[in-house]
């Protein structure tokens, strides 16, 4: 990590793991699919619930066993997805820096280097582990935290804020 005066530079690199991370990350808070899937097991426990209600126990356990299955089946597409995309997934370079640099992110690898302004980011997530700086709905710079000092997540977190973003935080690993 080298900082300038106005520059922070993170060297960091592709592994399946942080992929493999990001994949995840994108399939459970960002994927379309859980808004339905989270609508078809509400409405198959709301109707368990009516039918414990009236009395009509087998049906209800029938439509409560449903919307747990409707879960464990996302989990297993999700799952299935991840596999499938870490298969197809292989970035260009395994080492990339990403230059915080005044108003821009500088992503650099080997083969290309790129700047993107702070203010045209779809959305910009913080977890536990990571940043995630959103291009578009599906491609994202990740900066890990793990490479990162307490001072330097300090400096991200004011060129963030002196930016005006808002970043979105997310209990997710």
């Not at 990350?25 to 989270?38: A, D, E, V």
């Not at 499938?84 to 260009?92: C, D, F, N, W």
């Not at 977890?127 to 710079?141: C, D, G, I, V, W």
């Not at 990740?142 to 002196?162: C, D, F, Q, W, Y």
């Amino acid at each position: 990590m080298e900082q300038k005066s106005n520059l922070l530079t993170v060297r960091t690199s592709h592994s399946d793991e942080r992929i493999r991370d990001f994949f995840r990350f994108h399939l459970t808070r960002k994927g379309p699919s859980r808004i339905i899937f989270l609508l078809l097991s509400g409405v198959c426990l709301i109707i368990g619930i009516i039918f414990i209600i009236y009395a009509r126990y087998q049906t209800a356990f029938f439509s409560l066993f449903m919307a747990v299955i409707i879960w464990f089946l996302r989990a297993v597409m999700i799952k299935t997805a991840i596999n499938s995309l870490m298969k197809k997934a292989r970035p260009r370079a395994t080492h990339y820096t990403l230059t915080f640099a005044g108003e821009d992110i500088i992503y650099q690898d080997d083969n290309v280097k790129s700047a993107y302004p702070l203010t045209g980011f779809e959305k910009i997530y913080e977890t536990r582990n990571y940043y995630y700086f959103y291009l578009n709905r599906n491609a994202a710079l990740t900066l890990p935290k793990g490479v990162l000092s307490a001072e330097e997540k300090e400096k991200i977190e004011n060129i963030l804020n002196r930016a005006n973003l808002k970043v979105c935080s997310s209990r997710f690993k």
